[in-house]
């Protein structure tokens, strides 16, 4: 179940959505689907999921001048699940630190 969370998003727009609507947002392995990213919330934080949103991100294309010239590059894609739990229910990111 780990292989399928890679990491929690935390930003100031994931923060306010977790905080007023209780929904937390995840980058997930591209192959996963909603069933498994379900499971892993439930298994990995101990609570009660009861929607997945997942969404693909395409990597954006990156350009940097250099003393070679320019240097051209992309960014890598990835994938995001927007978890949303039960009501009351809350994940803390900061307890494991």
Same mark, same amino acid.
């Given at each position: ?15 306010? +959505?977790?905080?007023?609507?209780? %929904? ?6 591209? /192959?996963?689907? =909603?069933?498994?990213? #379900?499971? @892993?919330?439930e298994k990995m934080y ?11 991100? +395409?990597?954006?294309?990156?350009? %940097? ?6 240097? /051209?590059?992309? =960014?890598?894609?990835? #994938?995001? @699940? ?16």
């Open positions: 179940m780990k292989d399928i969370i890679i990491k929690p998003v935390v930003t100031e727009k994931a923060t306010a +959505l977790s905080e007023k609507h209780g %929904r937390y947002s995840f980058v997930v392995e591209k /192959t996963a689907n =909603k069933l498994e990213v #379900k499971e @892993a919330v101990n609570v009660t999921v009861e929607s997945v949103n997942t969404m693909n991100f +395409l990597g954006k294309n990156k350009s %940097r001048n250099t003393k070679k010239g320019l240097v /051209t590059g992309r =960014k890598n894609s990835y #994938k995001k @699940a927007l978890v949303t739990l039960k009501q009351g229910e809350a994940i803390d990111f900061y307890s494991n630190i």
